[in-house]
């Protein structure tokens, strides 16, 4: 079956057909984000992103027409949304690191150590690994049999945890 047969099938309905379609398809994607992003763990997770996208709107796409070019620019706005988040998450970095070279004095951590300590096991692992290691959710989710999306989830709410935690000795 070639990929125009996969593509009309596929947009009928079978994800038999679309399976085809990634099988064809994804090294050269990769192969493309692989060009553009800054950590090798990206690749993966912007080329699920991009086969998710272009199934959701395949009803969109007119066969017979580059379907390779097609997915490129779905993988390019992933791309540029995704490097968007990392800029500003890295200004927002910088800030804190400004400020925190701006202080009067060392900052007291000693309620931040506390908090991170009284976190179950899995999450001082997690918050150490990515914040003193500098690992990247993929890595540590090797390391721990978890995906990078449900780390994602754990950190946003270990954060929280942490946040309340340490006001809550500050006050």
Known sequence: MDIDDALRRAQGGDPDAYGIVVRATQARLRSFIAGYVPRAEWVDDIAQQTFVSAYRDLRKFQ?????????????????????????????????????LERAPETPNLDPLKECVESLPPTSQEIVRSYYADSLGLAEIGKRLGRSADSLKVALFKIRARLRECVESKLA
């Open 63 to 99: 066969v017979g027409t580059d379907f390779a070019a097609w997915i490129r620019r779905i993988a390019y706005n992933h791309l540029r949304a995704e490097l968007e988040r990392a800029g500003r998450r890295r200004r927002l970095e910088g800030e804190l690191l400004a400020r």
